[in-house]
């Protein structure tokens, strides 16, 4: 199975600091190498994996302000189709605007929704709804009038997040500081309880900052440390004595809070979204409804065992089961496109016990590979299109409406050397027609 996973171009992959996406478009690619399957990560030029790398733009544009997003998105986009071919199935983790390019392959393409930025989107999510798939993250996050193959929930990789067993002495805000993710809410909960805050993020909204935060940071009582790195996550998230998530939008799934869990930071948040879905309430955090329910849920937060949090997680979190998740959504949606080749596709027509009928269609300058049969003759005549075709040391050009015979056991290829589609009708006669008993010598596409 060839995979070729689409990143986002707005932070490397793995992101140095913040990007959710990147983060787990790394952590499904890893998880899934290590699992034995071939992925091709199309990313930023300066992306770390152990697959192979593919990339356009050398940089992120969230790190270079002299990279043009919309340019550079346009050509990284691209570049994944024009390769399309080489691959069984196209994993785009780019939002809607992949989408757009699904008409032009025939190469199955799965979606992974992160969210919904606006629903000025939609339309083109309901465009593509029926020629490729959608995964959810959330089922909370699933739109009523979408189709989705799955509801598939982020996995995070524990080494990277040590349980901590004893708890701190302060609250903490982790995420984007932006009115959506309730900052301020943070800051008057961590007041009226008498504890610490400390806030960790990237700085999204400006004014909201400067009104709305900034006024409060003194250093001791409310402390801001930017955006926080590997390195220093899990330090700050397994050190604090709860998360504080109190959002008001409805949360897609919140990678933050199962990475608090994981270190064994139960979380406080408001029930918007996936939180419900997320947080097993009066287990692994405290679903609240507001503010003053927010500094209660503060005053026993110290009675919820944080060894539950981190096994939650073991449980229904790690990479490793997202990645076996994704990996049965391929095998269904390959099991469906079994008759399609990385030159074309066939359709079986009829079978008898003697004799099998199929439509073969090559695609424009592909062949198939270089092969014989022990168990069947085969005649080929074409429809459509041209045909260059091999059988022993001969070849022999055809045009629609001409023939040629394939002996049993004659060693045989078919090329089509135009540009438009092949298409021809095979008759199979013999006394077995299973693909197994395709004998390959040669083949374009390194099969066995």
């Not at 996973?5 to 932070?11: D, E, F, I, T």
């Not at 801001?224 to 799934?253: C, N, T, W």
């Not at 040629?404 to 021809?424: C, S, Y």
């Given at each position: ?399 629609p409406g001409q023939s040629v015979d394939v002996p049993r056991g004659a060693v045989h290829r078919i ?34």
């Amino acid at each position: 199975m060839k995979i070729a996973m689409l990143s986002p171009l707005s932070w490397r992959t793995p992101p140095r600091h913040y990007g959710p996406w990147e983060n787990v478009v790394s952590l499904l690619t890893e998880a899934l190498l290590a699992m034995g399957i071939d992925v091709t990560l199309f990313a930023t030029g300066d992306s770390i994996t152990r697959g192979k790398l593919a990339w356009v733009c050398e940089r992120p544009y969230s790190e270079d302000p002299s990279i043009d997003p919309k340019v550079w998105e346009c050509l990284h986009i691209a570049e994944v189709f024009r390769r399309a071919d080489e691959f069984d199935l196209i994993h785009n983790q780019f939002d809607f605007l992949p989408l757009s390019y699904s008409g032009f392959t025939d190469t199955p393409l799965i979606t992974t929704i992160h969210g919904f930025s606006s629903p000025s989107i939609l339309p083109v999510y309901k465009k593509y709804n029926e020629r490729t798939h959608y995964v959810a993250i959330s089922e909370a996050n699933r739109h009523r009038e979408l189709d989705y193959i799955a509801t598939i929930h982020h996995g995070i990789d524990l080494a990277q997040f040590p349980y901590r067993e004893d708890a701190g002495d302060y609250l903490l805000f982790f995420g984007r500081i932006h009115h959506h993710k309730g900052v301020h809410e943070a800051i008057e909960v961590a007041r009226r309880s008498g504890l610490r805050l400390v806030i960790a993020g990237i700085v999204q909204d400006e004014v909201y900052f400067r009104e709305q935060v900034e006024p409060h940071i003194d250093g001791s009582r409310v402390e801001y440390i930017g955006s926080v790195g590997p390195e220093k996550r899990q330090e700050v998230l397994g050190g604090a004595l709860a998360l504080l998530h109190l959002i008001h939008f409805d949360e897609p799934f919140g990678l933050s809070v199962v990475e608090s869990m994981a270190c064994g930071t139960p979380v406080i948040a408001f029930g918007r979204g996936s939180m419900p879905e997320i947080i097993c309430d009066g287990v692994t955090g405290v679903i609240v409804a507001g503010v003053d329910a927010a500094v209660q849920a503060v005053e026993r937060i110290d009675s919820l065992d944080r060894r539950a949090c981190r096994d939650e997680v073991e449980e229904r979190f790690t990479c490793q089961h997202m990645a076996r998740a994704y990996l049965d959504v391929y095998r269904r949606i390959l099991d469906q496109r079994e008759n399609y080749r990385p030159w074309g596709h066939y359709e079986d027509l009829l079978e008898r016990d003697d004799h099998k009928i199929k439509e073969i269609v090559v695609k424009p300058g592909e062949r198939l590979s270089l092969q014989k049969h022990r168990r069947r003759a085969e005649h080929w005549t074409v429809v459509s299109g041209e045909a260059l075709v091999t059988v022993g040391d001969q070849e022999i050009p055809l045009k629609p409406g001409q023939s040629v015979d394939v002996p049993r056991g004659a060693v045989h290829r078919i090329m089509n050397p135009g540009d438009i589609p092949l298409v021809l009708v095979e008759v199979q006669m013999g006394d077995y027609f299973g693909e197994d008993d395709i004998i390959r010598l040669e083949d374009d596409y390194d099969r066995n």
